[in-house]
T-cell receptor, first 116, second 114 residues
Framework: AQKVTQAQTEISVVEKEDVTLDCVYE???????LFWYKQPPSGELVFLIR??????QNEISGRYSWNFQKSTSSFNFTITASQVVDSAVYFC?????????????FGTGTRLAVRP | KAGVTQTPRYLIKTRGQQVTLSCSPI?????VSWYQQTPGQGLQFLFE???????NKGNFPGRFSGRQFSNSRSEMNVSTLELGDSALYLC?????????????FGPGTRLTVT
C-alpha cells in the first residue's frame, strides 16, 4: 500500500527565511507520480508541481524548489526567502501509475506560518 | 477558462438526512475525482469517474455514492448522514485521469452535520 509521510505538522518562520518541507513516501510501484499542493485558508488546493518517478532532476520555479531523491524516497520542497503570502497548508501526494485513473494519496500536510 | 466549480459551498444537515453535492469540471475535462478532508483523517480519496464510469473507489461505506453525467458534471450523495461526515468535500478534474496531467481542485463544499 502506498503511504505519504509529512512529519512536520507545523512550521513557523520569519519572513525572508528559507524553509524546507519534508515528504517521505512508500510505494511498491516502480512508476509513480509525486505532487505538491498548497491549500490557503480559502480551502482550494492549488497545484504546485508533479514529478514522475523516472525524473530525478531537481526543479526550481522562482522561489520554490523541489529535491527528489529516490534513494531515500523523499520529495522535499524548499521555499526561499519566504513571504507572508506563503502561509498555507502544504500537502505532498503520491499516485501510482498502476492504478486506473486519478487517485491521490495525500500526506497529513504541513502548516506553514510566515510571520512578518 | 472557468475553474472547477462546486455547489453548494456550505451546507448544514441533520443526522440521518441525505445530501447531494455537485461538481462541474473544467470545460473539456472528462475525469472527476472526489476527496473528503477532515481534521482527523486528512485528505482521503472517495471515488473517480471518467466518461460516466466509476474507475476507482476509496475505502468509504456504501452510504457514499456518486455519478457522472454525459457533460462530465458529477454529483456525490451521502445517505443517512452521521456526525463524522462533517468535512470539506473537494472535487478535482483532469483531462484524462491518467496522472500524466495535473488535477485541478474546486473550492470545496463544507458540510456540517448536526
Amino acid at each position: 500500500a502506498q503511504k505519504v509521510t509529512q512529519a512536520q505538522t507545523e512550521i513557523s518562520v520569519v519572513e525572508k527565511e528559507d524553509v524546507t518541507l519534508d515528504c517521505v513516501y512508500e510505494t511498491r510501484d516502480t512508476t509513480y507520480y509525486l505532487f505538491w499542493y498548497k491549500q490557503p485558508p480559502s480551502g482550494e488546493l492549488v497545484f504546485l508541481i508533479r514529478r514522475n518517478s523516472f525524473d530525478e532532476q531537481n526543479e526550481i520555479s522562482g522561489r520554490y524548489s523541489w529535491n527528489f531523491q529516490k534513494s531515500t524516497s523523499s520529495f522535499n520542497f524548499t521555499i526561499t526567502a519566504s513571504q507572508v503570502v506563503d502561509s498555507a497548508v502544504y500537502f505532498c501526494a503520491l499516485s501510482e501509475a498502476g492504478s486506473s485513473g486519478d487517485k491521490l494519496t495525500f500526506g497529513t500536510g504541513t502548516r506553514l506560518a510566515v510571520r512578518p | 477558462k472557468a475553474g472547477v466549480t462546486q455547489t453548494p459551498r456550505y451546507l448544514i444537515k441533520t443526522r440521518g438526512q441525505q445530501v447531494t453535492l455537485s461538481c462541474s469540471p473544467i470545460s473539456g475535462h472528462r475525469s472527476v475525482s472526489w476527496y473528503q478532508q477532515t481534521p482527523g483523517q486528512g485528505l482521503q480519496f472517495l471515488f473517480e469517474y471518467f466518461s460516466e464510469t466509476q474507475r476507482n473507489k476509496g475505502n468509504f461505506p456504501g452510504r457514499f455514492s456518486g455519478r457522472q453525467f454525459s457533460n462530465s458534471r458529477s454529483e456525490m450523495n451521502v445517505s443517512t448522514l452521521e456526525l463524522g461526515d462533517s468535512a470539506l468535500y473537494l472535487c478535482a478534474s483532469s483531462l484524462s485521469g491518467t496522472m500524466t496531467l495535473e488535477q485541478y481542485f474546486g473550492p470545496g463544499t463544507r458540510l456540517t452535520v448536526t
